[in-house]
């Protein structure tokens, strides 16, 4: 058991773990922040997508010995200081970019990664952006939606609701 | 996963050292290690985490060559070559998904040396230099079959010096559930000949298509391979594709990367 | 003007908030104090005998609480099965014993055969690998027609044979079908597998189980669609606890698409434990795991012959099915192939004569049972893939001869040859839509612009039926259901006028506690706001049957319409007494009560607080309170129809299929929530896309599992699917249930597979192919495309 310090969510934060320990299960387990979400043990649901020191990260294919002393952002931070919804959630609400609420999370924080570093995004870079983020629930159709609103785009003529 | 010690290793030096003492395992990127641990597929005493060297971290371009650190991730790679090389960033920027990409390092994919990696591809198209702790090996020498490589144990890629081809492209045709390169093909035209590496597509792993390179030196055009076709022997057959579908690829793939640098 | 709130209004999710939060509350969130962990020891053989279980020095591990394994099960239930099929000799379907845990024998890849539990979830996992199991590996079966050859191994050593049932729908119309075919002018034959899918809910299962022994209590929490279902079937089959004794709570579950009807092994085994340990005990399932211990969907192998007359003119249909039911009955397996799949066979048109012939097999493969359409799916796609082949053996175009075939607008309510009577539908309508929405006129401009960039676009239609809202009770009890089908709702209104509706739906993506609320308001005329749906908890909610069968609005909505009227009705009795009218004269609308054709009027809450407060009340003619409970049990399915149009374009060179349009007319009946409607069929449609064209679960001939994790099973993504175009303005409500819902089901799952196998075979038409398998992946795309070149 180490002792584990990084800044979460603005925050300083430390609690032990053994080396074994995933960022995601720190995150889950030890910070009680459950907003982060395990949907697959291959990498490649992306349900556990945070951002480390700034970039999006699988928080399940990271350890958090790995995290120690970085700027981790999860779900739990990206609504608004008044505790309002953040401009990407509010999209992802408007237009129905969500159901299950599962993969939610990630794909909110892929959103915020992608819009970080193009901020007005094509419905095919959104697209490829979320490769690594599965939603079994939507069709990904308000999903692309949600993101090109968030980006201020205007998507009132993307076929239907 | 195990139980392991996890140990952060500050230098090349220490890691080399720590390394060296029993059931020790180098951690890059992690992200097909990780995965492997989950499954309970490895077993190390000691994890040594490479990724707060950052001796390890650069992208340095001159001399027309890219000399890129073995923990550089595909993310940084995919940026910083854009200008320089654009078709070894344009594969760096394919590589798993976003997330893995701001991760996985080219070192750890190079030691790891999947037989459907991209990066195998670029080291081997290019004709790079493989450096190590230790030694430089060329490309052509490194990769020795289906995840193996002539790394030593406990040896660390801490650079890869990429020659800078006049024109490449790197197309790929993912399979469909991992996404990883069913077939993919790198071309790389060079003043002094063409190189052609193919991945996904071979159980031996990576490997340069002499006919296409013999053909493409002569005449860089896509008439050149319009004919060729590969062998199927030995082509990986799983249920995404057949080998004898695999073999067809690689004639695909080849004509389409040729078709975008002509 | 779209409406801002209630019926038909487009009100945004509430539950949205949590979720984008992070404070959504999922099985896996749940922590108990003291909790303990569970890890299943599961078999690596498809079949094998279990010679001994040596848990000696796996109990010794560190941390180990107790290793189980089937002799601690010794007196408690096997995992029942909730249908009985009965054949078409009369007799009853052979229904194995499904126990907790193997007994004598494993049967297929993830069954498990002991379980470890311990302080913590390594600890687990590490004496997991000291268990010693000596398990002789016994031949495996695995396709369903070997397994039926005389001496195949059997899967279950104490049945005949490994056939479940051999079904035969309508078993009195055999003959006559026989004759039509054999006389017809044409018969369209089509072979086809309708491929095996795993649900892959993006939550994993998880179950939590603890005990409280001065209460004698038992709580399970687990992802589940149904927690009374659960309730039970694990209280009064398994355990033997009784339904007071035993609290099911499912909280927010992520994803169920079927896969999360089923009662599980491993919930009752957290709720045994917990008491046998003393301690609460947790599984969580890996993804790993998932793959296989969910129960798949499909995998169905049909011979499908369609009888016509010189115009195109359907005669008579058979079909003869081979069903997989794994190597256990799952909680609703057998009704899956049968009731769901043959009533359906009539789709959208006249068919005079139907035969439908069903063989449910055992193989050593994980359980199969309803998935995302369950029945309704494989009926669709074999009969939209013959009448394709059919139209063009015939020479005529595939939309003119479904519109020959069609059931007419005036013909409704129809009684189909299987059994069942549409209310109302009008296929014509949505097929026009259709066309429209999907420019089938352009369709010709933008195949060449495609063959200018070298790649072959096809257009394909298909046509469904669904059949939503399961299901009248006598009706489902006749045909073997050990169920009733009913939902319940209570609406408790509180003093100040806030309501809490409790309903037996579960929610788990579809949006209930928005769009529930609407029904609710709308009825009330009060805002949203005033009302909470609450669901999920066996604890705060009546008996209901859950979410499944696509029965949500068309059922849970209605008992929530019945008991909304109730208490409008026992307000009316309340508002008559504070305005001192004839109760006949008061009128509610807007929240407000009045009297006909005078200005006296008293608001809803006013009403809520007399109830509460019953000063100035009644109480010689009424009981103070307001709140009342309903349980609906439907008069009939309902019937949601739709027309649905795929584009593909097809690269002649690798075979890869890229989906580039797709289109969908449904008729819904009335909606409450158009976007809640649209993103449903978004999702079904894409995990339609997901079955043409990308998903398989593959077995090899020992029973091994060869997709199972992401990297082999393919997924979805974001870029397999293109933005979809959807419309729902034709509307023929049903006639049977108070708000005229049909409900929109598993529509997009069921409309689109045939759609998009037609659309492709329409790009490869110069090639001659005539079929190929699901999924339409690079690989078998090219090879068929090899096939006809070298004309093999």
């Known amino acids: ?161 | 996963m195990y139980a392991f010690d996890f140990v952060k290793a500050a230098s090349v030096e220490e890691a080399v050292s720590a390394l060296a003492s029993g059931e020790a395992q180098a951690l890059g990127g992690g992200q097909t290690l990780i995965p492997t641990l989950k499954a309970r597929l490895a077993d190390p005493g000691t994890l040594i985490s490479l990724a707060h060297i950052d001796s390890l971290k650069f992208v340095r371009a001159g001399d027309g060559m890219v000399e890129i650190g073995g923990g550089t991730t595909h993310a940084t790679v995919a940026a910083e070559t854009a200008q320089t090389y654009p078709g070894l960033a344009d594969l760096a920027g394919r590589i798993g998904d976003p997330s893995v990409r701001n991760r996985g390092t080219i070192g750890g994919s190079l030691a790891n040396n999947d037989p459907s990696a991209c990066y195998p591809a670029a080291a081997l198209g290019s004709g790079a230099t493989i450096v190590t702790n230790s030694r430089e090996i060329a490309a052509d020498d490194f990769f020795e079959g289906m995840f193996a490589t002539s790394l030593e144990e406990g040896e660390i890629v801490t650079a890869v010096k990429f020659p800078i081809p006049e024109k490449s492209h790197y197309e790929k045709m993912a399979q469909p559930a991992s996404r990883f390169p069913l077939v993919a093909v790198f071309v790389a035209k060079f003043a002094d000949g063409v190189r052609v590496a193919v991945t996904g597509a071979s159980n031996d792993g990576v490997f340069r298509w002499a006919e296409a390179e013999k053909a493409l030196s002569a005449d860089f055009s896509v008439a050149a391979v319009q004919e060729l076709k590969h062998s199927d022997d030995d082509m990986i057959a799983d249920l995404h594709g057949t080998a004898a579908y695999r073999a067809h690829l690689i004639g695909v793939m080849t004509r389409r990367a040729v078709a975008q640098m002509v | 003007m779209p409406k801002d709130s209630g019926i038909g209004a487009s009100s945004k999710r509430r539950e949205d908030l949590r979720f984008l939060t992070g404070n959504g509350k999922y099985t896996d969130d749940v922590n108990v104090a003291g909790q303990s962990h569970a890890v299943f020891v599961r078999s690596d053989l498809a079949h094998g005998r279990i010679e001994s279980i040596d848990v000696t020095e796996a109990e010794a591990a560190p941390g180990v609480l107790k290793v189980f394994t089937a002799k601690d099960f010794e007196g408690v239930g096997g995992v029942p099965c909730g249908w009985c099929v009965t054949d078409k000799h009369g007799e009853p379907m052979q229904e194995p014993k499904h126990p907790v845990l193997a007994e004598g024998k494993v049967r297929h890849v993830g069954d498990p055969y002991a379980v470890v539990v311990a302080e913590t979830l390594d600890q687990a996992r590490n004496a997991a690998e000291l268990i010693d199991a000596d398990i002789t590996e016994l031949p495996a079966v695995v396709n369903m027609k070997d397994a039926l050859k005389d001496g195949a191994t059997k899967v279950h050593d104490d049945l005949t044979s490994n056939l479940c049932y051999d079904w035969g729908f309508v078993e009195e119309n055999k003959g006559a079908v026989d004759e039509a075919i054999r006389n017809a002018h044409h018969v369209t034959t089509l072979e086809l597998v309708n491929n095996r899918l795993i649900a892959n809910p993006m939550e994993p299962r998880v179950a939590v189980g603890e005990y409280d022994p001065w209460k004698d209590e038992h709580t399970l929490w687990t992802t589940s669609q149904n927690p009374h279902v659960i309730r039970l079937l694990m209280g009064a089959f398994v355990l033997g606890i009784p339904e007071h004794k035993l609290r099911v709570i499912a909280p927010d579950v992520g994803g169920g698409f079927g896969t999360k009807i089923f009662h599980y092994a491993e919930e009752a085994f957290c709720t045994f434990a917990a008491k046998a340990l003393k301690r609460p005990v947790k599984w969580t399932c890996t993804r790993s795991e998932a793959f296989m211990s969910d129960a798949h969907g499909r995998d169905h192998v049909s011979k499908i012959e369609l009888a016509m007359d010189e115009s195109g003119k359907f005669l008579a249909l058979r079909t003869d099915t081979y069903a997989n039911m794994g190597a256990y009955l799952s909680t609703f397996a057998p009704s899956v192939p049968t009731w769901l799949h043959g009533t359906l066979m009539a789709g959208n048109y006249i068919t005079p004569l139907i035969y439908v012939n069903v063989k449910a097999v055992f193989t050593n493969t994980v359980p199969v049972d309803a998935y995302r359409g369950a029945g309704r799916p494989e009926a669709t796609y074999q009969l939209e893939r013959v009448v394709d082949k059919a139209a063009r053996e015939m020479g005529i175009d595939p939309v003119e001869l479904r519109r020959r075939n069609f059931i007419n607008k005036d013909q409704f309510p129809y009684d189909t040859p299987v059994a069942v009577t549409y209310d109302t539908g009008d296929y014509h309508a949505t097929m026009d839509k259709l066309l429209e929405i999907s420019d089938r006129d352009g369709f010709a401009a933008r195949k060449a612009e495609s063959a200018a960039r070298g790649k072959l676009r096809g257009y394909g239609v298909a046509h469904y039926i669904e059949a939503c809202g399961i299901a009248p009770s006598n009706l489902v009890g006749q045909l073997g259901a050990r169920a009733g089908l009913y939902e319940s709702a209570t609406v408790r209104v509180n003093a100040t006028g806030s309501i809490s509706v409790m309903t037996g739906s579960h929610s788990h993506g579809q949006g209930h506690e928005t769009s529930f609320a609407q029904v609710v308001a709308d009825m009330l005329g009060i805002p949203e706001e005033q009302i909470d749906i609450i669901h999920g908890d066996t604890a705060r909610t009546p008996m209901g049957m859950g979410t499944y069968g696509s029965r949500s609005i068309a059922v849970g909505g209605s008992a929530m319409v019945r008991a909304t009227e109730k208490i409008i009705a026992k307000a009316k009795k309340i508002a008559s007494h504070l305005m001192e009218a004839s109760e006949s004269d008061v009128e509610f609308a807007n929240g407000q009560f009045t009297v006909a054709g005078t200005d006296k009027s008293v608001a809803w809450g006013d009403v809520c607080l007399a109830a509460y407060v019953p000063h100035n009340y009644p109480l010689e003619d009424i009981e103070p309170g307001l709140e009342e409970t309903s349980f609906y049990d439907p008069a009939n399915f309902t019937y949601p129809s739709g027309g649905y149009c795929c584009e593909v374009e097809v690269d002649p060179d690798t075979g890869k299929v890229d989906v580039v349009a797709f289109s969908a007319a449904d008729d819904f009946g009335n909606v409450i929530n158009p976007m809640i409607v649209e993103g449903q069929v978004h999702g079904g449609v894409a995990q339609g896309i997901g079955q043409a064209v990308l998903e398989n679960c593959v077995y090899d001939e020992n029973g091994q599992l060869l997709t199972g994790s992401y990297m082999d099973y393919a997924m979805p993504r974001a870029y397999d699917v293109p933005m979809f175009t959807v419309d729902h303005s034709c509307q023929t409500p049903c006639t049977h249930n108070p708000l005229g819902v049909k409900g929109c089901g598993e529509a997009g799952a069921i409309g689109s597979p045939p759609a998009i196998v037609n659309a492709v075979l329409d790009a490869l038409n110069d090639f001659g192919i005539d079929h190929i398998d699901m999924p339409l992946s690079p690989q078998r795309v090219w090879a068929a495309m090899q096939d006809a070149k070298s004309g093999a």
């Open chain 1, 1 to 161: 058991m180490t002792t584990i310090t990084m800044r979460v969510n603005g925050k300083d934060v430390s609690a032990p773990a053994e080396g074994n320990t995933l960022l995601v299960n720190f995150l889950r387990e030890d910070l009680k922040l459950t907003g982060t979400h395990v949907g697959c043990d291959t990498s490649q649901c992306g349900a556990c997508v945070v951002h480390v020191n700034g970039v999006a990260v699988k928080s399940c294919t990271m350890f958090a010995e790995d995290a120690a002393g970085a700027e981790v952002s999860t779900i739990e931070g990206m609504a608004n200081a008044d505790g309002s919804l953040g401009t990407i959630q509010q999209a992802f609400q408007d237009y129905h970019g969500l159901q299950c609420g599962f993969c939610t999370p990630g794909m909110v924080m892929i959103a915020a990664d992608l819009l970080r570093s193009n901020p007005t995004p094509s419905e095919q870079e959104i697209r490829d952006h979320l490769e690594g983020n599965i939603c079994r629930c939507t069709g990904y159709h308000n999903i692309v939606k949600a993101i090109q609103a968030a980006s201020g785009q205007d998507v009132s003529a993307v076929a239907a609701e």
